[in-house]
């Protein structure tokens, strides 16, 4: 009983809200089934609310404030250019340029046979204009090599065009044979030729190598990896509906690559890059990653708080009103936000591992008091001490959160509504549904039997702190100040998509295409005032050493045509003949087939012995091989027929292309089709240049130097590698702002409460050198801040000043340092401060690299400040505890409550 008394005296004698908060305890305890069903009840409407209103906004665009001047730039620039947006990037990659172009328009024949789904779906390679004049946008060395070589194949393709059969190839290697063995043929112009057609005939039927491009055999050269890429752009009409504004695109875009067999096809694959599919993609890493983080966090922190409070009951209560404050949390985003974002997606996670701090801090002081004789009531009573540091913590946090709120960054600042909301109804719950649930029938009985708790180890283990405090002091201003030394090497990684899942398809298309200047989705746009405007910007642009290329719609109108003309009038007239053979041999039978081979084989044997024969006889020796293989199967007519269709089945095609080639004429800016000149030419007449860069910007010093390249000759520019660094240069600044305002505001907060500077210190110090200390080790790690991590840091003094708050309040009620150790509080911080990290540290499993590294950044961070609020602001307390005791000697033998002595000192008072 006299404990009772001693216990009611403290709260009598304590400010009056703590008194108010002792009352709103008793009176939910005393009301338990009634607030109990009415938090339920409202935890079903939260739910079944939040379940119909609360969407997701997956545009990463949109985590930045429309009111950006790079925003508004680049909204002018979509509004001009609107078909240019929220495009799916369909890479096509063949093992030769056949195959790409086979695929690639029998691809886009079926997306824009659903004009449903897609509102333009854009194929240059297979426009008639590009088709016909595609020659002429080649140099004029390389246009006139090209001559040399069907020159020089004139007359082989001449004997193969009147019989595109293998009787008619067959025949043609006899011929070619001869004549290298009889020194007419120059056997090195055949090389190319040969090896391939022994690839093909040597190959398994079916293999990737079992298919011949006559278009590279008529090239003067190999074809190049660009030369085999071909490029869809589909742009799908949104569909508002659902999560993803082009799920039933994307899915139609997957089918038919299946029906097409383009997934299995030999020498072909088929990617999907571009806003859409990487958006797709990170909202799946995100979603799934935080899902699987919530429950990791969920469970662990179960574990956590058992292994804590040694309670089933008590661990059920906590939990309970955690899931409850969760239900409301996500009601409350319904409401106020009525979305999700990348970013705000992790609010489930940050509120488990906050939130639970309220409830372990409220439960451990409870527990302290039963165990020290209070009956069920009274002990909830006497946890009103705590629970007033637990609305002073929770108002730290939730200032924290909003402090991104004035701020540009909209993705934090909607997670900072969100979380900070979050922090008022966790803290509510923790004061008026846990107190119900503990008080509650069967609770109260088991409860009711709880042993008395040892003194935490870590009460044991911080005495050494406090007989050195002096000591400990000075040696972490020391570590501060190296650390600071680092600060200066701080790296931020201001490109998105160094976050996202590197597995998904659409990052690894997208770093590929980045690897290539000509390709690189790191392009500059810029807006001109008209097409003459923008030739000449694009000149000026060119002769930067930075740019690579540009291309405006000037750039479709070939130059030094007159030129290219001439060399194409010479090519037709000795290729025409080829073109236009006359009447076909008539189809040769299977014998027909069967006795070229056989000729041709004599004639190889023939040539493989001559002198002039060298530089082919490799690839004649492999021929002559699986040809008297092939003459000796069984199933020698299915696998010729099988053998015809891999080596002859795109010649018609190709020499179909090189006659229409051949009728190329001039091409003037009215010929551009409509489709191109859209591309650059807005309705009003302005005009788009397009800048590409000559380095790879993965490296983001390169981008940095491209930007700004660029920039000086057009400050207008755009696009993506603008608006990766001025967004994060935006997000830098957001942050600053907020670090500044939540230190600023919390500072007040806590001078205001604790009505003196010096606690004030001693609450955050301990927290600023936490906060160089993570700093310097992610500069030693090689870690980089980024769109995600970067909230780490304010959320380190938002929640780590909650740990010294706890402290300190406890250190006035205790009045001495060895008291406050050897109460509950300590060991309260540290497993409030594990079950926080353990909570953010689920965030790493996530495949999305930004989620994963916040999670990583912040278990860093907290384990920072949990060791540095238990090392080295009890030695703080001490020093200043040992000073003023050396400097009012009287005040050790008066006792005088709420600096040195008396344990009924006012927790919220003046130290």
Not at 229 to 258: E, K, M, N, V, W
Not at 271 to 284: C, N, V
Not at 791 to 806: D, E, K, M, N, Q
Request: aromatic share 6%; glycine share 8%.
């Amino acid at each position: 009983m006299n404990s009772h008394r001693s216990a009611r005296g403290s709260i009598a004698a304590g400010p009056r809200f703590v008194r108010a908060l002792a009352g709103w305890i008793a009176f939910a305890a005393r009301h338990a089934r009634v607030v109990t069903v009415a938090a339920l009840g409202l935890s079903v409407v939260a739910a079944v609310y939040a379940g119909r209103h609360l969407g997701m906004e997956t545009d990463s665009n949109a985590l930045l404030s429309p009111d950006l001047p790079h925003r508004k730039t680049q909204a002018n620039f979509d509004k001009a250019f609107p078909q240019l947006g929220d495009n799916i990037v369909v890479v096509i990659d063949g093992d030769t340029p056949a195959q790409a172009d086979a695929a690639g328009a029998a691809l886009t024949a079926r997306l824009r046979a659903q004009p449903a789904l897609f509102r333009h779906v854009f194929y240059p390679e297979g426009d008639p204009f590009f088709r016909r004049n595609g020659l002429l946008f080649q140099s004029v060395e390389d246009l006139q090599a090209l001559s040399d070589r069907l020159a020089d194949v004139q007359p082989l393709l001449g004997t193969l065009a009147k019989d595109m059969t293998l009787r008619g190839l067959f025949d043609l290697l006899t011929q070619a044979a001869d004549g290298v063995a009889d020194g007419d043929t120059d056997a090195a112009q055949l090389v190319r030729a040969f090896q391939r057609i022994a690839e093909v005939v040597d190959a398994a039927p079916g293999a990737p190598s079992a298919r011949l491009d006559w278009s590279e055999l008529m090239q003067p050269k190999p074809s190049s990896p660009s030369d085999r890429r071909r490029f869809i752009l589909a742009q799908p009409i949104p569909d508002y509906s659902g999560l993803q504004l082009a799920d039933d695109a994307i899915a139609a875009i997957r089918t038919a690559i299946a029906e097409l067999d383009l997934a299995k096809a030999d020498g072909v694959r088929v990617r999907l890059t571009g806003g859409i599919p990487l958006r797709a993609d990170e909202l799946r890493s995100v979603g799934d990653g935080v899902g699987l983080a919530s429950l990791l966090s969920f469970l662990i922190v179960a574990g956590l708080v058992y292994v804590g409070l040694r309670s089933w009951r008590l661990m059920a209560a906590i939990l309970a009103a955690l899931v409850m404050g969760l239900t409301w949390t996500a009601g409350f985003a319904a409401l106020a936000i009525g979305h999700l974002n990348l970013l705000s997606v992790a609010f489930a996670v940050m509120f488990i591992g906050i939130a639970v701090d309220f409830g372990i801090q409220i439960g451990l002081r409870y527990q302290e008091q039963v165990a020290n004789g209070s009956d069920n009531l009274d002990a909830l009573r006497q946890a009103a001490p705590t629970g007033a540091a637990v609305c002073l913590a929770a108002l730290c946090a939730a200032i924290g959160f909003l402090a991104f709120v004035p701020t540009a960054y909209v993705g934090l600042a909607e997670l900072g509504i969100i979380s900070g909301g979050g922090m008022v109804i966790g803290a509510f719950c923790a004061l008026t549904v846990l107190p119900a649930l503990l008080n509650l029938g069967p609770l109260r009985a088991r409860l009711g039997r709880i042993e008395r708790v040892a003194p935490p180890a870590t009460a044991r283990s911080s005495h050494f702190v406090t007989r050195h405090s002096r000591a400990v002091c000075l040696g972490a201003l020391a570590l501060g100040l190296a650390a600071l030394a680092a600060l200066p090497a701080v790296r931020f990684d201001f490109d998105p998509i160094a976050l996202d899942d590197p597995k998904a398809e659409s990052v690894q298309t997208y770093v590929d295409l980045a690897a290539n200047g000509g390709t690189s989705p790191y392009a500059i746009n810029v807006v001109a005032p008209d097409i003459a405007a923008a030739g000449a910007l694009a000149l000026r642009l060119e002769a930067l050493p930075l740019v690579n290329s540009t291309i405006t719609v000037a750039s479709f109108v070939p130059d030094h045509q007159d030129e290219k003309l001439r060399i194409l009038a010479d090519t037709a007239l000795f290729i025409r003949p080829v073109l236009d053979p006359g009447p076909p041999e008539p189809p040769p039978s299977v014998d027909d087939k069967r006795r070229a081979a056989e000729r041709m084989l004599v004639a190889l044997r023939r040539m493989i012995g001559a002198p002039s024969a060298a530089p082919l006889v490799a690839a004649a020796t492999r021929l002559a091989a699986a040809v008297e293989r092939m003459l000796a199967q069984p199933s020698f007519e299915s696998r010729i027929a099988s053998l015809e269709h891999a080596l002859l089945s795109n010649l018609p095609k190709q020499l179909d292309d090189l006659r229409l080639a051949m009728g190329a004429g001039p091409v003037e800016t009215t010929d551009i089709p409509a489709d191109v000149r859209a591309r650059y030419v807005a309705p009003d007449g302005r005009a788009r240049v397009e800048v590409f860069p000559k380095e790879d910007l993965t490296d983001r010093a390169a981008l940095r130097r491209f930007v700004h390249a660029v920039q000086r000759i057009a400050p207008d520019a755009t696009d993506t590698p603008v608006l990766l660094l001025q967004g994060g240069d935006a997000i830098v600044d957001a942050f600053f702002k907020a670090g500044l305002l939540a230190l600023a505001a919390i500072s007040v907060l806590l001078l205001v409460v604790l009505r003196s500077l010096v606690a004030a210190l001693q609450v955050l110090l301990p927290l600023l050198l936490a906060l160089v200390l993570t700093v310097a080790i992610m500069v030693v790690a090689g870690m980089s801040f980024n769109f995600a991590n970067i909230i780490a840091l304010p959320l380190l003094l938002t929640l780590g000043v909650a740990f010294g708050i706890y402290l300190v309040l406890r250190y006035r009620e205790a009045g001495d340092v060895d008291r406050l150790l050897a109460t509950s509080s300590p060991r309260a911080v540290l497993f409030s401060a594990l079950t926080t990290m353990v909570s953010f540290g689920c965030l790493m499993v996530s495949s999305h690299r930004g989620t994963a590294s916040m999670g990583l950044l912040l278990t860093i961070c907290l384990t920072l400040a949990v060791a540095s609020t238990l090392a080295v602001l009890p030695a703080l307390l001490a020093w200043t505890q040992q000073r003023r005791r050396a400097a009012l000697p009287g005040a050790i033998a008066g006792g005088s409550p709420g600096v040195v002595g008396g344990g009924t000192a006012d927790p919220m008072g003046s130290p």
